[in-house]
Each structure stands twice: as C-alpha cells, then as structure tokens.
C-alpha cells in the first residue's frame, strides 16, 4: 500500500498528490493512469503533470485526476510551473529519472515527501553516463523513498546514497483471475488472432532497440517444427516494426506485429503464456 493510501484508509483529511511525468514513456504513463485511478477511488486528489501529449494519449483526466501541462525541458519556466502546482501537495511522486530531477528543483527549500518510481534504467556511456550519475545522486539523496521496479534498480540508489530505496515492483494491468470482458471472450479474441486451435503466446513491449525482440523471433524460427505451431502475437509500436515485419516476412514466423493495443489485460487473458524476453526489465512495456 502506497504512503497515500495508507494515510486515506485510516479516515484522516483528504490529501493531494502530485505525479509528475518526464517524457511521458508507455510503461510510466500507463502505470500512473493506473495509479492515479485508484487514488482518486480512496478520496485522494490528484493532480498529473506531464506533457499535453501524454494525456491525450493515456486520459489521466479520464479517471478523475487533473491534468497540468509540464513540458518535459528542466528549464527555470517549466520547473517554476511545476513548483506553482506542487505548493499545496501533501506527496509528490515522481516517475524515472528527468521527472525526477526537476520535482527536486520544484521542491527546492520545502518539506514536501518527494516518492521517486524508476522504472527502467538507460544504458549509457562516457559522459552522458557521468551525467546521469550525477542526477541519479541529485535526485536520490533528496527522495524520501525511492521505489524501483527491480532489484537492479534498488541496488543502483542505495549506492548513489538513498535514505530508504524499496522494490516497488509494477505489473501490466490485467483482469482479475477468470475475468472475460462480456462482449469478447478470451475465446473470440484469440479467434480474432487467429489461434483458436494453437497456443497463444504474447509479448507487450515497444518495438524499441534492446527490448529483445531478436531473441523472440529466434526462438519462433525454431518452434515453426512444433505441431500445433505456436503463434506469438507483440503488442506495441516503435521505430522496429518495419524491420520486424520484414524478417517475419522473409523467414515465415509464426508471429504478428499487432501494433499498440488499448486490451493488453484482454490479450493477457487469453493467452496461453506472456513473454518479457529483456533479462534486466521488470514487466513488459507497451
């Protein structure tokens, strides 16, 4: 149970949270929709910034919470813009490295709880990686509590100086056990894919370099001998997906690119088994 939460369920005052966005990435603005509908649900105020894109993309405002506009730049005019809505919260939560970095200027000389969620982290070299060390430090030592979404990632604050850094895990949503959505059963989805005699396997991740897509096509290339053949469906977008589809193609893969999907806990239910073919990440990302 989030701090938040936690301090609504014993029937104290209403509280606001401020959850700041970076870039707005697939996995981060789905997890804060996510989030942010349950907190409104226990009575708590929130209030989302993050690019305008983001909630048209992800309706934050769709599930009760109030959407602000924060460019993604870390300038003196978007984080004053962000100190102005971050004055009466009683938490601010920030999402990955960036967001995080300018809550801590937002935030600067005030006793506010800053929450800091890493979801993932980029794999740098040089002097970009000096950099990010150094704002992983910033951002950390300021945090009242760092979450990160793998052990990997707790490992990385304690040793840039965190107070208190917890795994937080954060999973796709899904339906709950034996939930069907009643106008499309798990049954006429997987008709709709086409494996309705053929074990359904998925993957829900950006078609983005290093998320591991290679591995998978391999590995569809060598089950192409099973029988049934098993048919692997990808849920998400990105600048891969015409090399993707081209070798699916050329080699005959059993495998269909499906683009960004809005029923990923639908295409979870009805498969047989979900795929997360990237070692270090901690759930799929769409």
Same mark, same amino acid.
């Given at each position: ?11 104290? @005052? ?12 697939? =996995? ?10 349950? #907190? ?6 929130? +209030? ?5 894109? *983001? ?12 959407? &602000?506009?924060?460019?993604?730049? @870390? ?9 102005? /809505? ?23 000389? %005030? ?12 794999? +740098?070299?040089?002097? %970009? ?8 430090? !910033?951002? /950390?030592?300021?945090? +009242? ?8 990632? &707790? ?16 999973? &796709?949503? !899904? ?14 989805? %997987?008709?709709?894919?086409?494996? +309705? ?14 998320? =591991? ?18 048919? #692997? /469906?990808?849920?998400?977008? =990105?600048?891969? %997906? ?26 979870? *239910? ?15 990302? #769409?």
């Amino acid at each position: 149970m989030s701090p938040v939460s936690s301090h609504v369920s014993h029937g104290q @005052s209403t509280l606001r949270t401020v959850q700041v966005l970076g870039g707005g990435s697939a =996995g981060s603005s789905a997890h804060v929709r996510s989030l942010a509908a349950g #907190l409104v649900a226990r009575g708590v105020r929130v +209030t989302v910034c993050a690019p305008a894109e *983001a909630d048209r993309a992800y309706s934050f405002t769709g599930v009760g919470a109030q959407h &602000v506009h924060v460019p993604r730049s @870390s300038d003196p005019v978007s984080v004053a813009a962000l100190r102005t /809505v971050c004055a009466d919260a009683d938490l601010v939560h920030a999402h990955g490295l960036h967001a995080s970095f300018r809550a801590v200027l937002a935030l600067s000389g %005030r006793s506010t709880p800053l929450v800091v969620t890493w979801h993932n982290h980029a794999h +740098t070299e040089g002097a %970009r990686a000096h950099l990010m060390r150094l704002l992983e430090r !910033r951002v /950390v030592r300021a945090a +009242t509590v760092v979450l990160g979404t793998t052990s990997e990632l &707790v490992d990385r604050a304690r040793g840039r100086g965190a107070r208190d850094a917890r795994l937080a895990a954060v999973a &796709v949503p !899904r339906p709950a056990a034996g939930y069907e959505h009643p106008d499309r059963p798990s049954s006429k989805v %997987r008709a709709e894919l086409g494996a +309705t005699d053929r074990p359904l396997l998925i993957a829900v991740a950006s078609l983005d370099p290093g998320r =591991g897509h290679e591995l998978l096509l391999d590995a569809a290339r060598a089950w192409r001998l099973l029988e049934p053949v098993p048919l #692997l /469906v990808v849920a998400g977008e =990105g600048p891969l %997906r015409a090399e993707f589809q081209r070798r699916i193609e050329d080699e005959e893969l059993p495998v269909r690119l499906l683009g960004r999907r809005d029923d990923v806990g639908e295409l979870l *239910a009805a498969a047989d088994l979900a795929l997360l073919p990237r070692s270090w990440e901690a759930r799929s990302v #769409l």
